[in-house]
Every structure is written in structure tokens, then in C-alpha cells.
């Protein structure tokens, strides 16, 4: 049987007074007690209701600036008691505790307060809320016999309860109620304990998280499975809210959009196009002149792999260039900005997605660490944000690249590290030519991103993200031209592969870094 309890007493105390009018009114002329404490108190007197001040119940004041105001037994008694306990009830009767129903609390808003520039530590310290934790797991704690209300939204909801039960609550909605509360607090400590490991250098002994639902996904890796895209609770706001046309956003595609953002951020060119496909880049172009220039080059590298892909911009796309890419089938364009005549051209492409990401907001925003699901546990890591410059990688070959292959090899190393490992890159100063992704020896990786690279090009670079074991993969690389080599170095043969170099006259340099993606 759903035990019905009725409300009698109410203790509220909240920093945020959404929709709190409405909800005290209907308590106050039903004729519900309402102790109140605080700032609380004094709002609820200013619209008309007269509740009990905390202070007066407990016989006790508000000490050191409010930091103590309902941590008594006279109000934890009274949330806690459990009401069908001879000895409990025998034990408020002797202190003068009365029992309370209803705890409505909202928190300290430490969260927003994190989102305040320049806010110092002491400022944020006074936003780390005491008592109304322990109001909101007390009053969980005893769902039996107490409702604990700890947002706004759920004022509406709590009141049709009492409308539909006489005035009463069930236990299945109480105890609903209670596994927000710990929801709740849980959050609140969490983002506490986030922002005390903020300057920590290394992976935590202990990890605490909390996220909550931002966006409702299409579906998941496949239309079967369900997913959601979830931040970390103190965060306001999202780089996907401005998603400005289109069918439903998945999980596939914010990971894809997730690679190509990343890459273009990377390349730091003036213009730079990054096309993606299940997760890989399979184009990347830059220019120092025009945006169209950059995906004219992006799309050269592999148009076949592009249908059905998602292309991102790293600057505004003006109607021309919408015209432009609308010719091949693209499930998403990412942007800073479309002009109003870009908006127009793709409004025509109803399933086109369309999404407005602020680069310099969100490289402020990104997380510290990845994090993955494995076996029955996770895997966290700090998120690979080293970028090498290459101007002092070790040359270890006879001939040293030139200016133009610098660049070229620049490019493609820095691809490199958004490409499933094993992975090759060849590309020239200004676009890739050939990708060779995921698979699963590095040889293999090198066929695929030679396969079909144009004739006549005087720079060829290759990059790879990880070593070669043996010199067959430069070997194979010499036949279709390739002039310099990237790559971290650190094979038991890199004598024999860095011989092999030197006989095709390939220039090698080594980072010393590895940049698998898997």
C-alpha cells in the first residue's frame, strides 16, 4: 500500500526564489506552518505570508554571518524522527521538537558562481553551502515520512500531488522526490570537489563527476541504442546550443563534430577546412587567402570518403561558399558564423544540420580529461593537447628538410593525432593527399594514405603517428615519392629505418612524441 502522509509543517529555506510565491501561498492558505530562516524569512513577510523565524523556534541565533542557522536538533529532530517510534516521538515530545513534513531548499548557487570572472577563492568558499545539505539529506534520509523539494520545477508537480491526494503525499512520490535530493547534493559536492583538483597536475586517486542531461540525442551509435550529451553540472551552457537547422542530432555526429573541431583548432591556419567521416578526417585543407580556397583543397583529398561526412570551417561561411559545398551531400557544416545568405542557401537542405560552435569560447571549455567506459570500470586520462613544434625535432637523417617541407610536415603531423591509429598522413604545405587510417600495421596504414596520390607534386611529407618497426614502411613510402618523414622515433630498428631514408635521400626528423588515437 502507497502510504499517504499529510503536510502539515514546512520548513523552506532557498537562495533561489523561482516560482516560490506560488507554491508558499498555497501552503500558507491550506494551512501548512512554514518556518523560515534568513533571507527566505524575510521574502515570505514582504508577499503577505507570516512564518515562524527559525531563530524564535530553536531559541537560538543566526552565528557568524548565517554560516549557522538551522544546523539544531529542534529542526534535524524534526525531519528525522521517525514518526511511528515510541521512543522517537516520546524524545520530541520531552525536547519540544516539532515534526516537519516538507523541507523545500535550494542551494548556495556555488555553480554559477564559478562562472563569474576573476571571483576570488574566500568569495567562492561563502557559496559552499552547510546547512542546506544536510536539510536535503535529512529530510531524503526520512522520505518514509518527510518530502524534500530542491528545485523549482518541482513546485508544480509537488502541489498537483497535494491537489490529487487531499492534501497528502504518497511514499512513491516521496522516496521519487528523495532520489532527486541525493541527485542533487551529490552535484553540488561534486563540482566542489572539481574545482579543489582544478590545478592538480596529475590523475586524481579518486575521481568525483557529475553531469546532467543537456540535449536529448537522436539515437546512439546505432538507432537501437539510446544516448544523451550530458555536461558537468556547474556548466551553464553548451557549444551545441546553437545547432540552427536540421533533423535531430546524434552521437555519431557529435563525436565526429567533436575530431573535426578539434583538428581545425589545431591547425591555427587563417583558413582551414576539415572534413570527417566516422570519426577520421579524410580531408584537411588551409589557406592563407580564402575559406573556399581551404575546402576546394580539403575535398580534393579524398571526395569519395566525403559524401555523407561533416565538414568544419574555421571561419564564417558566407553564401558562395554554402553554394558551393550544397553540390555534395554533407550530413552536418560546422561554423563560428553563416552569413544570412548562407543560412538561406541551406535552408533549402531541410536534413542539413547546421552548427555554430565558437571556437575561442569552447578551447576555454574544453575538459581536462577523457574518460571511457571499459570492462567494469573507466579508463581516465589526461586529453592529448601536446603540439610539437617541429622547427626543433631532432633531424636524424643526411639530408634535413626544407622550408617547404617543414610546412608540409607540419600539416600532416598535426593531422596525425586526430587519425585512428595506426595512422599515416601525406599531404603537401597546404592540404593532405593520402590518409591511411586504424588499421592494423603501420605498412598497411602507408598503402592506403599512397594509393592514389596526384603525379607532380615536389613535397610530398608523411607523418606518423607513431614509430616504424621496420624501414619497410619508408621503403614502400620512397616508391610513390614521398620526400620527408615525421615521425617520434624510438624503434629498436631506427638505425635500419633511418638507412632506409637516407637511401631514397627521404628527410626524417624525430619528436620524441607519439600520438596514437585509438
Same mark, same amino acid.
Given at each position: 500500500?502507497?502510504?499517504?502522509?499529510?503536510?502539515?509543517?514546512?520548513?523552506?529555506?532557498?537562495?533561489?526564489?523561482?516560482?516560490?510565491?506560488?507554491?508558499?501561498?498555497?501552503?500558507?492558505?491550506?494551512?501548512?506552518?512554514?518556518?523560515?530562516?534568513?533571507?527566505?524569512?524575510?521574502?515570505?513577510?514582504?508577499?503577505?505570508?507570516?512564518?515562524?523565524?527559525?531563530?524564535?523556534?530553536?531559541?537560538?541565533?543566526?552565528?557568524?554571518?548565517?554560516?549557522?542557522?538551522? %544546523?539544531?536538533?529542534?529542526?534535524?529532530?524534526?525531519?528525522?524522527?521517525?514518526?511511528?517510534?515510541?521512543?522517537?516521538?516520546?524524545?520530541?515530545?520531552?525536547?519540544?521538537?516539532?515534526?516537519?513534513?516538507?523541507?523545500?531548499?535550494?542551494?548556495?548557487?556555488?555553480?554559477?558562481?564559478?562562472?563569474?570572472?576573476?571571483?576570488?577563492?574566500?568569495?567562492?568558499?561563502?557559496?559552499?553551502?552547510?546547512?542546506?545539505?544536510?536539510?536535503?539529506?535529512?529530510?531524503?534520509?526520512?522520505?518514509?515520512?518527510?518530502?524534500?523539494?530542491?528545485?523549482?520545477?518541482?513546485? /508544480?508537480?509537488?502541489?498537483?500531488?497535494?491537489?490529487?491526494?487531499?492534501?497528502?503525499?504518497?511514499?512513491?512520490?516521496?522516496?521519487?522526490?528523495?532520489?532527486?535530493?541525493?541527485?542533487?547534493?551529490?552535484?553540488?559536492?561534486?563540482?566542489?570537489?572539481?574545482?579543489?583538483?582544478?590545478?592538480?597536475?596529475?590523475?586524481?586517486?579518486?575521481?568525483?563527476?557529475?553531469?546532467?542531461?543537456?540535449?536529448?540525442?537522436?539515437?546512439?551509435?546505432?538507432?537501437?541504442?539510446?544516448?544523451?550529451?550530458?555536461?558537468?553540472?556547474?556548466?551553464?551552457?553548451?557549444?551545441?546550443?546553437?545547432?540552427?537547422?536540421? $533533423?535531430?542530432?546524434?552521437?555519431?555526429?557529435?563525436?565526429?563534430?567533436?575530431?573535426?573541431?578539434?583538428?581545425?583548432?589545431?591547425?591555427?591556419?587563417?583558413?582551414?577546412?576539415?572534413?570527417?567521416?566516422?570519426?577520421?578526417?579524410?580531408?584537411?585543407?588551409?589557406?592563407?587567402?580564402?575559406?573556399?580556397?581551404?575546402?576546394?583543397?580539403?575535398?580534393?583529398?579524398? !571526395?569519395?570518403? #566525403?559524401?555523407?561526412?561533416?565538414?568544419?570551417?574555421? #571561419? !564564417?561561411?558566407?553564401?558562395?561558399?554554402?553554394?558551393?559545398?550544397? /553540390?555534395?551531400?554533407?550530413?552536418?557544416?560546422?561554423?563560428?558564423?553563416?552569413? !544570412?545568405? *548562407?543560412?538561406?542557401?541551406?535552408? $533549402? $537542405?531541410?536534413?542539413?544540420?547546421?552548427?555554430?560552435?565558437?571556437?575561442?569560447?569552447?578551447?576555454?571549455?574544453?575538459?581536462?580529461?577523457?574518460?571511457?567506459?571499459? %570492462?567494469?570500470?573507466?579508463?581516465?586520462?589526461?586529453?592529448?593537447?601536446?603540439?610539437?613544434?617541429? =622547427?626543433?625535432?631532432?633531424?636524424?637523417?643526411?639530408?634535413?628538410?626544407?622550408?617547404?617541407?617543414?610546412?608540409?610536415?607540419?600539416?600532416?603531423?598535426?593531422?596525425? $593525432?586526430?587519425?585512428?591509429?595506426?595512422?599515416?598522413?601525406?599531404?603537401?604545405?597546404?592540404?593532405?593527399?593520402? &590518409?591511411? *587510417?586504424?588499421?592494423?600495421?603501420?605498412? *598497411?596504414?602507408?598503402?592506403?594514405?599512397?594509393?592514389?596520390?596526384?603525379?607532380?607534386?615536389?613535397?610530398?611529407?608523411?607523418?606518423?603517428?607513431?614509430?616504424?618497426?621496420?624501414?619497410?614502411?619508408?621503403?614502400?613510402? *620512397?616508391?610513390?615519392?614521398?620526400?620527408? &618523414?615525421?615521425?617520434?622515433?624510438?624503434?629498436?630498428?631506427?638505425?635500419?629505418?633511418?638507412? #632506409? =631514408?637516407?637511401?631514397?635521400?627521404?628527410?626524417? &626528423?624525430?619528436?620524441?612524441?607519439?600520438?596514437?588515437?585509438?
Amino acid at each position: 500500500m502507497d502510504q499517504l502522509r499529510k503536510v502539515k509543517r514546512a520548513l523552506i529555506s532557498v537562495s533561489d526564489k523561482t516560482g516560490l510565491d506560488d507554491l508558499v501561498r498555497y501552503l500558507s492558505e491550506s494551512n501548512v506552518e512554514i518556518l523560515a530562516s534568513g533571507g527566505t524569512y524575510q521574502h515570505l513577510k514582504s508577499i503577505g505570508v507570516n512564518p515562524i523565524d527559525v531563530s524564535s523556534y530553536t531559541q537560538s541565533p543566526e552565528l557568524f554571518d548565517g554560516r549557522v542557522k538551522t %544546523l539544531h536538533p529542534k529542526i534535524h529532530g524534526g525531519i528525522l524522527a521517525v514518526r511511528d517510534n515510541d521512543t522517537h516521538v516520546q524524545q520530541m515530545q520531552e525536547h519540544g521538537i516539532l515534526e516537519i513534513d516538507l523541507v523545500v531548499v535550494s542551494l548556495y548557487p556555488f555553480e554559477e558562481a564559478l562562472q563569474k570572472p576573476g571571483i576570488s577563492e574566500e568569495e567562492l568558499i561563502e557559496k559552499i553551502d552547510i546547512g542546506g545539505p544536510s536539510l536535503i539529506r535529512s529530510a531524503a534520509k526520512n522520505y518514509r515520512y518527510v518530502s524534500v523539494l530542491v528545485q523549482p520545477e518541482q513546485y /508544480k508537480t509537488f502541489i498537483n500531488e497535494l491537489k490529487e491526494n487531499s492534501f497528502q503525499t504518497s511514499l512513491s512520490f516521496r522516496r521519487q522526490l528523495a532520489k532527486e535530493a541525493f541527485s542533487r547534493t551529490a552535484a553540488f559536492d561534486a563540482t566542489i570537489s572539481t574545482y579543489f583538483r582544478k590545478n592538480e597536475s596529475i590523475i586524481p586517486p579518486s575521481f568525483t563527476m557529475s553531469l546532467r542531461k543537456m540535449i536529448s540525442l537522436r539515437y546512439g551509435e546505432n538507432p537501437h541504442q539510446q544516448s544523451g550529451y550530458y555536461m558537468e553540472t556547474h556548466k551553464q551552457h553548451t557549444c551545441l546550443e546553437n545547432i540552427l537547422q536540421g $533533423k535531430q542530432i546524434s552521437y555519431n555526429n557529435i563525436q565526429d563534430i567533436h575530431a573535426g573541431v578539434s583538428l581545425c583548432m589545431d591547425m591555427n591556419a587563417p583558413f582551414c577546412t576539415v572534413i570527417i567521416k566516422h570519426g577520421n578526417p579524410c580531408g584537411v585543407g588551409i589557406s592563407s587567402s580564402s575559406l573556399e580556397e581551404s575546402y576546394k583543397r580539403a575535398l580534393e583529398c579524398d !571526395p569519395v570518403s #566525403a559524401f555523407g561526412g561533416i565538414v568544419v570551417f574555421s #571561419a !564564417p561561411v558566407n553564401g558562395t561558399l554554402a553554394q558551393i559545398t550544397t /553540390k555534395l551531400f554533407t550530413e552536418i557544416v560546422v561554423s563560428p558564423q553563416f552569413s !544570412p545568405e *548562407a543560412r538561406t542557401v541551406y535552408s $533549402k $537542405k531541410t536534413n542539413l544540420r547546421l552548427v555554430e560552435i565558437e571556437y575561442d569560447t569552447l578551447k576555454n571549455s574544453l575538459t581536462r580529461y577523457d574518460i571511457r567506459r571499459a %570492462l567494469d570500470g573507466y579508463l581516465v586520462q589526461d586529453v592529448d593537447r601536446s603540439t610539437e613544434n617541429l =622547427a626543433e625535432a631532432k633531424i636524424v637523417t643526411t639530408r634535413s628538410p626544407s622550408s617547404e617541407e617543414f610546412e608540409a610536415l607540419s600539416l600532416a603531423w598535426k593531422t596525425s $593525432k586526430h587519425v585512428k591509429s595506426n595512422a599515416i598522413i601525406v599531404s603537401n604545405s597546404f592540404q593532405t593527399l593520402g &590518409i591511411g *587510417a586504424g588499421q592494423m600495421n603501420r605498412l *598497411a596504414s602507408v598503402k592506403l594514405a599512397t594509393q592514389a596520390l596526384p603525379q607532380g607534386q615536389s613535397v610530398l611529407a608523411l607523418a606518423s603517428d607513431a614509430f616504424f618497426p621496420f624501414r619497410d614502411g619508408v621503403d614502400e613510402a *620512397a616508391k610513390y615519392g614521398v620526400t620527408c &618523414i615525421v615521425q617520434p622515433g624510438g624503434s629498436v630498428k631506427d638505425n635500419e629505418v633511418i638507412d #632506409a =631514408a637516407n637511401a631514397h635521400q627521404i628527410a626524417m &626528423i624525430f619528436t620524441g612524441v607519439r600520438h596514437f588515437n585509438h
